[in-house]
């Protein structure tokens, strides 16, 4: 089965860019999604298809995928930022998560 | 506004079968468009997909939980619903329900989830 490897935390400076990446194999062939979680709160749509934004996400907010690696990049990041993001895949009939990421802005 | 509400009983005994049911209100189930799936996160730890179902009636599963996951519509009710049998323990988590747009075979992600329900397995 296919296999999405995120790492488990990091660490931003307020204002700072921050890039969590997805690691998969060639995962640049795939459509990736990205999600923020907020504690307490259901996943939200940030990213889809490795590099657009739903309408009400912010610019800052950008992707990339590419080789083995798909990337969520968090520009100029804002307290509210601080959450768990989770990168997603659809493969062979199946939907795939990663096991998300920890961003903590600092 | 498109809107996904779960519901269900928030305490399964062991080895019982566990039932929730998603509401759509704000849009029609039956869209060419959409799959409504179920994805369920334990305490502490990330999401896991359960599965997906089209209006139609047809199924993808995780193939983790496929013996014992059944998921089904009733377009009539706007409603598609999940059944998990022989549950334990470790099926404690909050489910969410979640719609996910196909165009033709390309996927485009989740954009729309349900709050969540808290399910506890315990006698």
């Known amino acids: 089965s296919y296999e999405l490897t995120q790492p488990l935390s990091v660490s931003v400076a307020l204002g700072q860019t921050a890039r969590i990446t997805c690691g998969g194999n060639n995962i640049g062939s795939k459509n990736v999604h990205w999600y923020q979680q907020k504690p307490g709160q259901a996943p939200v749509l940030v990213i889809y298809?490795?590099?657009d934004r739903p309408s009400g996400i912010p610019e800052r907010f950008s992707g990339s995928n590419s080789g083995n690696t798909a990337t969520l990049t968090i520009s100029r990041a804002q307290a509210g930022d601080e959450a768990d993001y989770y990168c997603?895949?659809?493969?062979?009939?199946?939907?795939?998560f990663g096991g998300g990421t920890k961003l903590t802005v600092l | 506004q498109l809107q996904l509400q779960e519901s269900g009983p928030g305490l399964v005994k062991p080895s019982e079968t566990l039932s929730l049911t998603c509401t759509v209100s704000g849009g029609s189930i039956s869209s060419s468009s959409y799959y409504w799936g179920w994805i369920r996160q334990p305490p502490g730890k990330g999401l896991e997909w359960i599965g997906s179902i089209f209006y139609s009636g047809s199924t993808y599963y995780n193939v983790s939980l496929k013996s014992r996951v059944t998921i089904s519509v009733d377009t009539s009710k706007n409603q598609f619903s999940l059944k998990l049998t022989s549950v334990t323990a470790a099926d404690t988590a909050v489910y969410y329900c979640a719609r996910r747009i196909v165009v033709v075979v390309a996927d485009y992600g989740m954009d729309v989830w349900g709050q969540g329900t808290t399910v506890t397995v315990s006698s």
């Open positions: 298809r490795d590099r």
């Open positions: 997603q895949v659809w493969d062979s009939s199946t939907v795939v």
